[in-house]
């Protein structure tokens, strides 16, 4: 069934984006992530301009991760105030990257710079996570004792605060910092930034996995929230129409991936959300540089 999208100027088929919506909200409720890496790529793949991609993907976003927070909250995996100061810092980042993002798109540069990030962050944060994930799951299998968090001079900044449902006693500016630049990256690229913010949380934080996917989730309803009214009103690219539909795909799917994500390790979680990553980044690598089969188009700056 295909149907029109206003401000995508497009039509697409109905199911097919529903599909697409629930399977992203499953992953979503499966690793703790927004999706919008993921979803935005994939919208752009089947030919929605990238800044439509970007602003739409927003709402989706807010959708699957509320679902995935009440799943977790009923679990005890979300902790409040790390992510009240993540909250804090993802609104001033959020709101900044909504103004780089119309000057970007003033100049007629958004779509490259979109692709760029996504290929640059997805390439460095996949690899890492899948490195990490297989030594520890090598670890794992020699019954090697798990390393305890080791401290460095971030853990000496000062505005220490007690963080008692994640067992830490650290600076208040770290999360603050990882929710400033997690806010940047879900304003410029249309995603949640939970596949930067979970490694951050873990490794840079150092808090336990089975706390960080709620937390997490937490944090990307309220910061992508402010990124869809701020892209609304801004720059009139989000499309009611194709939000709905990724919006009830996604609370379907984020329910059973919550459900499903109880049954596997932590690190056996990184390591799949690493292969995705990385799969998406390959993607959008090879669209970059293969040559396109209409070499020439005319189109209107920053569409």
């Known amino acids: 069934m295909d149907i029109y999208l206003p401000i995508a100027e497009m039509s697409v088929n109905a199911f097919a ?3 697409m919506g629930a399977g992203v909200g499953f992953l979503s409720g499966l690793f703790g992530v927004g999706g919008g890496f993921l979803m935005t790529p994939l919208l752009i793949f089947t030919g929605i301009p990238p800044a439509v991609a ?12 509320v679902s995935g ?9 979300v902790d409040l105030k790390m992510g009240m100061v993540l909250l804090v810092g993802g609104v001033i980042g959020s709101s900044a990257g909504v103004w780089l993002f119309t000057v970007l798109r003033e100049l007629g540069q958004v779509d490259l710079v979109i692709k760029l990030c996504y290929v640059v962050f997805l390439s460095i944060i996949g690899g890492l996570m899948l490195v990490e994930s297989v030594r520890a799951m090598m670890a794992r299998k020699r019954d090697v004792p798990r390393r305890q968090h080791t401290h460095n001079w ?21 999360p603050l910092g990882v929710g400033i630049f997690v806010g ?3 304003a410029i690229m249309g995603v949640g ?15 336990p996995t ?16 402010n990124v869809t009214v701020l892209q609304s009103v801004t720059n009139q690219t989000v499309d009611v129409v194709l939000a709905l539909i990724l919006l ?6 984020a329910q059973f991936g919550a459900r499903f994500g109880g049954r596997i390790r932590g690190e056996q979680l990184r390591g799949m959300l690493a292969l995705i990553v990385l799969a998406v980044c390959a993607k959008l690598t090879y669209d970059l540089v293969a040559t396109p089969v209409d070499l020439y188009s005319i189109g209107l700056a920053g569409h």
Not at 69 to 77: D, M, Q, S, T
Not at 248 to 253: E, P, T
Request: charged share 10%; aromatic share 12%; glycine share 12%.
């Open 17 to 19: 984006i529903f599909g």
């Open 193 to 207: 930034g939970g596949f930067v913010m979970v490694p951050a949380m873990i490794y840079l934080l150092g808090m």
């Open 154 to 174: 971030l853990h000496g900044l000062p505005f220490k605060m007690r963080f008692r449902r994640s067992r830490l006693y650290i600076s208040a500016l770290l």
């Open 184 to 186: 940047l990256l879900a």
């Open 54 to 65: 970007v602003a739409t993907e927003a709402n989706q976003i807010v959708a699957a991760s």
């Open 248 to 253: 009830f795909g996604g609370v379907i799917g």
């Open 210 to 225: 089975s706390v960080v996917v709620g937390t997490s989730l937490f944090q990307i309803i309220f910061v992508t929230a």
């Open 69 to 77: 927070v009440l799943a977790h909250w009923k679990r005890g995996n």
